[in-house]
């Protein structure tokens, strides 16, 4: 998805009873309806067993967090986790600053992230 400064590639897979949404760009004011409704669609479906791959994601304001913040809270609700792929330091510094690393599971592969889920 491309508009003018919109600049966001979203999109789901499944692998094994969890699914990973893979999100590229910038997420902000602008692009974070649609990680929303991606992530919200899942959890609409009864998919509680998240990790989001921020590993191309180049920047994220404080809209980005929220949304995540909102999948986790919908995911414990029904006993589900969101689990977070992220090795770039500025992003990393992002969730340390804000506290948010206590709440997110932060992984540095998918892997690790995938596994830390059962």
């Given at each position: 998805?491309?508009?003018?400064?919109?600049?966001?590639?979203?999109?789901e897979r499944e692998v094994g009873?969890?699914?990973?949404?893979?999100?590229?760009?910038?997420i902000d004011v602008y692009t974070s309806p649609?990680?929303?409704?991606?992530?919200?669609?899942?959890?609409?479906?009864?998919?509680?067993?998240?990790v989001i791959n921020l590993e191309q994601v180049r920047y994220i304001d404080s809209t980005g967090?929220?949304?995540?913040?909102g999948g986790l809270k919908r995911v414990r609700e029904h006993g589900g986790t969101?689990?977070?792929?992220?090795?770039?330091?500025?992003?990393?510094?992002i969730f340390d600053i804000t506290g948010l690393v206590k709440i997110f599971g932060i992984f540095d592969t998918e892997a690790a992230a995938l596994k830390a889920l059962s």
């Open positions: 998805m491309s508009v003018g400064n919109m600049d966001i590639k979203v999109s009873k969890a699914h990973v949404i893979d999100v590229g760009g910038e649609k990680v929303k409704d991606v992530v919200s669609g899942l959890i609409d479906r009864g998919t509680y067993q998240l967090l929220g949304v995540l913040i969101v689990n977070l792929v992220c090795t770039n330091p500025q992003i990393r510094k």
